[in-house]
Antibody
Framework: EVQLVESGGGLVQPGGSLRLSCAASGFTFSDHYMDWVRQAPGKGLEWVARIRMKANSSSTEYAASVNGRFTISRDDSKNSLYLQMNSLKIEDAATYFC????????????????WGQGALVTVSS | DIQMTQSPSSLSASVGDRVTITCRASQGISIWLAWYQQKPGKAPKSLIYAASSLQTGAPSRFSGSGSGTDFTLTISSLQPEDSATYYCQHYNSYPLTFGGGTKVEIK
C-alpha cells in the first residue's frame, strides 16, 4: 500500500525557515518524480515544486511564488522527500501535501496519483 | 502560465442525478488533464488522468472527456459520498496549475 506521511509543519514567524519531510512507503520511491502542493485555508490547490528521479539528475521545477525561497530535495536511501522553506511570508501559510507522480511509463506526462495527508504551516508573528 | 477555469464553482444536485463539471484551459494541453476529489480536511484523491482514464480504485460512475482546451468530468449517478470539491489540473507544462474547484453538494 502506497503511503506518504508529511511531518515538520508548525508555527513560524515571517522571514523564518521550516523544513518539511515526507516519508514514502509501499512503492519504489526512487522510480518516481515527487511533488509538493499546498492549500491555503479555505482556498484551492496550488502546485509548489517537483523533483525528478535521480536518473533525470533529480532536476527540479518551482512555482514562481516560491522560486528562490524554497528548495525541494530527496533522499532515495531514506525514501524521503523534503521541502526547505526560507524567507517565509504570511501568504505561505497553508497545508502542504506531498504527492507522487504516477510514473514515466509510457510517458512522463503523468498526473499525481497518491497524496499524503498534509502538514500545516502557519506563518504569523 | 496556463490558466484553468472550472464551472460552475458550486452546484447542488439530488442523489441519482447526472452531474457535469467543465474545465477550460487558456491554451491547448492535449489530453494532459487530471481530475481530483477532495473532501473537507482530507487529501485530494485522483479520479481521472489523461483526460479520460479512470484511476484504479475510482468508482466507474466517474468519467472524463475532452482534449485541447475543453474538458468535462461527469458523475453518471450522484451518490451521497460524492459530496466534495472537485479540481482539474493540467500537466502539459510548467507551472502545473489547478482549476479553482467545484463544490458539489447533495440536495
Amino acid at each position: 500500500e502506497v503511503q506518504l506521511v508529511e511531518s515538520g509543519g508548525g508555527l513560524v514567524q515571517p522571514g523564518g525557515s521550516l523544513r518539511l519531510s515526507c516519508a514514502a512507503s509501499g512503492f519504489t520511491f526512487s522510480d518516481h518524480y515527487m511533488d509538493w502542493v499546498r492549500q491555503a485555508p479555505g482556498k484551492g490547490l496550488e502546485w509548489v515544486a517537483r523533483i525528478r528521479m535521480k536518473a533525470n539528475s533529480s532536476s527540479t521545477e518551482y512555482a514562481a511564488s516560491v522560486n528562490g525561497r524554497f528548495t525541494i530535495s530527496r533522499d532515495d536511501s531514506k525514501n524521503s522527500l523534503y521541502l526547505q522553506m526560507n524567507s517565509l511570508k504570511i501568504e505561505d501559510a497553508a497545508t502542504y501535501f506531498c504527492a507522487r507522480h504516477a510514473g514515466c511509463s509510457p510517458t512522463c506526462f503523468s498526473a499525481m496519483d497518491y497524496w499524503g495527508q498534509g502538514a500545516l504551516v502557519t506563518v504569523s508573528s | 502560465d496556463i490558466q484553468m477555469t472550472q464551472s460552475p464553482s458550486s452546484l447542488s444536485a439530488s442523489v441519482g442525478d447526472r452531474v457535469t463539471i467543465t474545465c477550460r484551459a487558456s491554451q491547448g494541453i492535449s489530453i494532459w488533464l487530471a481530475w481530483y476529489q477532495q473532501k473537507p480536511g482530507k487529501a485530494p484523491k485522483s479520479l481521472i488522468y489523461a483526460a479520460s482514464s479512470l484511476q484504479t480504485g475510482a468508482p466507474s460512475r466517474f468519467s472524463g472527456s475532452g482534449s485541447g482546451t475543453d474538458f468535462t468530468l461527469t458523475i453518471s449517478s450522484l451518490q451521497p459520498e460524492d459530496s466534495a470539491t472537485y479540481y482539474c489540473q493540467h500537466y502539459n507544462s510548467y507551472p502545473l496549475t489547478f482549476g479553482g474547484g467545484t463544490k458539489v453538494e447533495i440536495k
